[in-house]
């Protein structure tokens, strides 16, 4: 069984910055891909935001590109995402995902639970 916790997620004014965190704990081979999407109010869908690939390699969605950076430590199995000049339009559940391969299997994608961020104007 794998498991994604999130933390750091909260309240903050419009320009303002957070940090989110995504500790993988659990039982499990090997670890790839790990990343970000959010879900705004009201959407359905999530939206992806964010990947980063074992060795490093980033790709960004282009309404957070330059505003968010996404890293990994990979001793910890965790993955942050440092937010910088926020918006209102970034409120939203944050939710961190892992592609994790198990007991020999294919790799196949975990997700955590969601932490909220609200940005008031």
């Known amino acids: 069984q794998v498991q994604l916790v999130e933390s750091g997620g909260g309240l903050v004014q419009a320009g303002g910055s957070l940090r989110l965190s995504c500790v993988v704990s659990g039982t499990f081979d090997s670890i790839s891909a790990m990343g970000w999407y959010r879900r705004a109010p009201g959407d359905q869908q999530r939206e992806w935001l964010t990947t980063i690939t074992n060795d490093g390699g980033q790709m960004y969605a282009d309404s957070v590109k330059g505003r968010f950076a996404v890293s990994r430590d990979n001793a910890r199995n965790t993955v942050y995402l440092q937010m910088s000049t926020l918006k209102p339009e970034d409120t939203a559940v944050y939710s961190c995902?892992?592609?994790?391969?198990?007991?020999?299997?294919?790799?196949?994608?975990?997700w955590g639970q969601g932490t909220q961020v609200t940005v008031s104007s």
């Open positions: 995902h892992v592609d994790a391969r198990v007991g020999g299997r294919d790799y196949s994608r975990y």
